[in-house]
């Protein structure tokens, strides 16, 4: 009776010692990943790295030529210029209206927008495909009075 439980109780105690030491090196193990480097045709004692970051595709951003921002006007419309990336949709939207158009190959755009007395908040925004948008305010103070 006595051997059978030593028996156990080493049995028990070995499994568990390998259980903890498997709890405590197999992440330092795992973690380990080899590096490869390939060599250079023209050179066999070089090393090269290849870069496998992916580059980022390249967009314009938007950007509004004129009106300036905080421009006081006295006419009844104004014409919104500016650049964005071509594949793009530009939305500009007011209190008073929304548009929608398509920039040019070039990337150019133009919207004739419509003021009303006082303070226009102007909001020009630029979606492309896969949800990236970009975004711009402009504040225009229209007056009757001639500047």
Do not use: C, H
């Amino acid at each position: 009776m006595k051997k059978d439980f030593f028996i156990a109780l080493s049995i028990g105690f070995g499994v568990g010692l390998l259980i903890a030491i498997s709890v405590i090196y197999a992440p330092q193990i795992l973690s380990f990943r080899p590096s490869f480097s390939f060599l250079n045709r023209n050179d066999k004692n070089t090393t090269e790295k290849l870069d496998t970051t992916p580059t980022p595709p390249q967009t314009k951003e938007l950007d509004i030529q004129s009106p300036k921002n905080e421009a006081i006007v006295s006419a009844d419309s104004i014409e919104i210029k500016g650049t964005s990336d071509p594949k793009s949709t530009i939305i500009v939207s007011t209190e008073l209206e929304d548009k929608i158009a398509t920039p040019s190959s070039s990337g150019s755009f133009s919207f004739d927008i419509g003021l009303q007395e006082g303070v226009n908040i102007i909001y020009i925004t630029s979606y492309l495909i896969g949800e990236q948008k970009e975004s711009k305010e402009l504040m225009l103070f229209k007056t009757n009075e001639d500047l």
